[in-house]
Antibody, heavy 120, light 114 residues
């Protein structure tokens, strides 16, 4: 079971971009597939998409297509999720998660979350 | 897309009693090829990320107390918490992975102590 440590909270202006990082320990990122899940304040969980560095394959939920991209840095065992053209409704806690392989089924490892605030 | 609907939204249960949480999918998540239901349950406590409890609808994760059990098939699923403990206060989510890599979560059920 991989350990996931995410980057710190961000405050962004509407229209800007944010990049959230998720660093693995206990395994190389090439051994896993990753999902991203967000949670708006007081709301439920929303799957955003997933990425498997080994295959350089990604999939996005339809509502995020064209606005969210995933990437990986093998040298630091870190995966990233970038959201462009931020809107106020993007304010949420963002989680990276892993369930092992690809395609993802369920997630047994979760990062601690990264809070993204969007405010002018 | 498969929509997941959980009921009730919230549930008040006395300590030691049973909590029954429901999850319904808009289409079957039972695979005919392997006879498995592509359904997982998570527990989320305040200020924490979700924790996987059950996968394949009824397989408990190692270390999860036996009072948590999952059942159901096709489109209707249940998470049962027997002998509710104070530490079980949380929001519980179901998630389908039948359409992986596209995944869907239910809206959650909040469990509190009566």
């Amino acid at each position: 079971q991989v350990q996931l440590v995410q980057s710190g909270a961000e405050v962004k202006k509407p229209g800007s971009s944010v990049k959230v990082s998720c660093k693995t320990s206990g395994g190389t990122i090439r051994s896993y597939g990753f999902g991203w899940v967000r949670q708006a304040p007081g709301q439920g969980l929303e799957w955003m998409g997933g990425f498997v560095p080994r295959l350089d394959t990604a999939t996005n939920a339809q509502k995020f297509q064209g606005r969210v991209t995933f990437s990986a840095d093998d040298s630091t065992n870190t995966v990233h999720m970038e959201i462009r053209t931020l809107k106020s409704e993007d304010a949420a806690m963002y989680y990276c998660a892993s369930g092992g392989g690809w395609p993802p089924y369920f997630f047994d490892s979760w990062g601690q979350g990264t809070l993204v605030l969007v405010s002018s | 897309d498969i929509a997941m609907t959980q009921s009730p939204d919230s549930l008040d249960v006395s300590l030691g009693e049973r909590a029954t949480l429901n999850c319904k999918s808009s289409q079957s998540v039972l695979s005919r090829s392997n006879n498995k239901n592509y359904l997982a349950w998570y527990q989320q406590k305040p200020g924490q990320p979700p924790k996987l409890l059950i996968f394949w609808a009824s397989t408990r994760v190692s270390g999860v107390p036996e009072r948590f059990s999952g059942s159901g098939s096709g489109t209707d699923f249940t998470l049962t918490i027997s002998n509710l403990q104070a530490e079980d206060v949380a929001i519980y989510y179901c998630q389908q992975y039948f359409t992986t890599p596209a995944l869907t979560f239910g809206g959650g059920t909040k469990v509190e102590i009566k």
